[in-house]
């Protein structure tokens, strides 16, 4: 069974820093590309991030560009998000979620979720 | 950007009506379309990707449909546990961008 569990939510000040972990089981996890989508309170879904299943390539929203990183360790089977320059509007639930195939994307699996708050 | 915008954003129906949903795509994304489903305090569930094609374990009551701009999702007989949130999500591009819901809520 494929479970994804996120963790390292915490309230942070505007400015702060923050980073995110997903430790991922029950399927080969170098075989898949891994996403963070995030959903701030009582919102829609946004898709944050894209890294490719060896970590070569890596796809950013806009609005998290140049502050936000994605990385992987394939060798713990973790996804992590660094994420700095915090804002409010980053405010929102974060999931991880696994890619379906090769040849298309979607998001196939999701995690629970942790909670970032960023706030004074 | 590819604009991904549903309708209706909300809708109350009973069990065992017929619900449609409908997205449509800003331009042509060929068949990359997908649908989740979300219920309260839960994560988002992947129901149809590839426009029609049905994820493993989802029940045959829901379908998908459509290709370029105009896509469905249909769930043929509403049962209870289907109400919930439902978003389309476009991976035509490197955006993946997602409609802004639709709430199925019981009439």
């Known amino acids: 069974e494929v479970q994804l569990v996120e963790s390292g939510g915490v309230v942070v000040q505007p400015g702060g820093s923050l980073r995110l972990s997903c430790a991922a089981s029950g399927f080969t996890f170098d075989d898949y590309a891994m996403h963070w989508v995030r959903q701030a309170p009582g919102k829609g879904l946004e898709w944050v991030s894209l890294?490719?299943?060896?970590?070569?390539?890596?796809y950013y929203a806009d609005s998290v560009k140049g502050r936000f990183t994605i990385s992987r360790d394939n060798s713990k089977n973790s996804l992590y998000l660094q994420m700095n320059s915090l804002r409010a509007e980053d405010t929102a639930l974060y999931y991880c979620a696994k890619d379906i195939v090769d040849s298309y994307s979607c998001f196939q699996h999701w995690g629970q979720g942790t909670l970032v708050t960023v706030s004074s | 950007d590819i604009q991904m915008t549903q309708s209706p954003s909300s809708l109350s129906a009973s069990v065992g009506d017929r619900v449609t949903i409908t997205c449509r795509a800003s331009?042509?994304?060929?068949?990359?379309l997908n649908w989740y489903q979300q219920k309260p305090g839960k994560a988002p569930k992947l129901l149809i990707y590839a426009a029609s094609s049905l994820q493993s374990g989802v029940p045959s009551r829901f379908s998908g449909s459509g290709s370029g701009t105009d896509f469905t999702l249909t769930i043929s007989s509403l049962q209870p546990e289907d109400f919930a949130t439902y978003y389309c999500?476009?991976?035509?591009?490197?955006?993946?961008?997602f409609g802004q819901g639709t709430k199925v809520e019981i009439k």
């Open positions: 331009q042509s994304i060929s068949n990359y």
């Open positions: 890294i490719t299943w060896d970590g070569g390539s890596t």
């Open positions: 999500q476009e991976s035509y591009n490197t955006k993946w961008t």
